[in-house]
């Protein structure tokens, strides 16, 4: 009889010790163990802007600081509205410093169905850029649960000086982590409750099941896998791609994306493949 790989006994320095449940420290571990690694890599043009895990850190440092200030409780659904790319890993780890609970919808669904969602969810927080703040407005009745609003930075504006580590928030392994919406395209958007536990549990099976190693880079064509990237120790990049449009890309961009940052693996809708990208594997 063949025995059965536990993935848990590979997960390593993932398993929590000490009550450290949130997968918040696991950005932190990769800082400092490999803080010049690339953690993040955005298309800008034909460059690629990068930042490293000590970046994402710090600044994430900053963004719950900040949100705590602005009075962001642990345990409060805080809805997301933000781009794909460096500005959603650094707010997600930000909330998960908080034990705020990050609320992710595809805008992609529609305006009537993504004002149901937010109704649905009862967020106190709300955290978005600047044309998701006017949405809130507008639509005063659907977010009149939020008692705290904020803008995130425009890209390179920082929140002034490192304000140092700030404490992250433990939590019982039942806990809510976050709430991801389905993309309502098969049916009404259905919102999975994730706990620390469930992406402690996710982040195990992945590395075993695909045999991840740090270092290795993902284009981030499904942007929430980046998530589970940047607990792995993975670089993130975010190829030019409108993810709620994924079958109106380019297929070069994501081409040049993969070429170009020596990717190992990519994860993306059907709708992207079916577009003609060569030399992927589905």
Not at 6 to 11: K, S, Y
Not at 125 to 144: H, K, S, T
């Amino acid at each position: 009889m063949t025995a059965v790989r536990d993935p848990f006994e590979e997960l390593g320095p993932l398993v929590g010790s000490g009550g450290e449940l949130n997968v918040a420290h696991e950005l932190a571990r990769w800082a400092e163990r490999t803080p010049d690694a690339p953690a993040v890599r955005t298309a800008s043009g034909s460059e690629w802007r990068t930042r490293s895990y000590a970046d994402l850190e710090q600044e994430s440092d900053r963004w719950a600081h900040e949100l705590a200030a602005r009075g962001l409780r642990p345990g409060d659904r805080t809805c997301v509205f933000v781009r794909a790319g460096y500005e959603l890993i650094c707010v997600t780890y930000a909330l998960f410093k908080v034990g705020a609970v990050p609320v992710l919808i595809d805008p992609g669904m529609g305006l009537r169905r993504l004002l149901s969602c937010v109704q649905r969810m009862h967020p106190r927080g709300f955290v978005g850029i600047p044309a998701a703040q006017g949405v809130r407005r507008v639509f005063r009745r659907a977010f009149r649960s939020v008692e705290v609003a904020w803008t995130v930075p425009r890209a390179g504006v920082r929140l002034g000086p490192p304000r140092g580590a700030f404490p992250i928030e433990e939590c019982s392994r039942d806990a809510e982590a976050a709430v991801l919406f389905t993309s309502g395209s098969t049916g009404p958007a259905k919102g999975a409750v994730y706990t620390h536990e469930t992406f402690r549990a996710q982040l195990a099976a992945l590395r075993a099941l695909y045999d991840l190693e740090p270092g290795e880079v993902d284009v981030a064509c499904f942007p929430l896998f980046a998530l589970f990237d940047t607990a792995l120790g993975l670089t993130s990049v975010f190829p030019n791609l409108d993810p709620s449009r994924p079958g109106r890309c380019d297929p070069e961009s994501i081409v040049r994306a993969l070429e170009e940052n020596g990717a190992s693996l990519t994860f993306g809708s059907p709708a992207i493949w079916k577009r003609g990208v060569p030399g992927v594997e589905t």
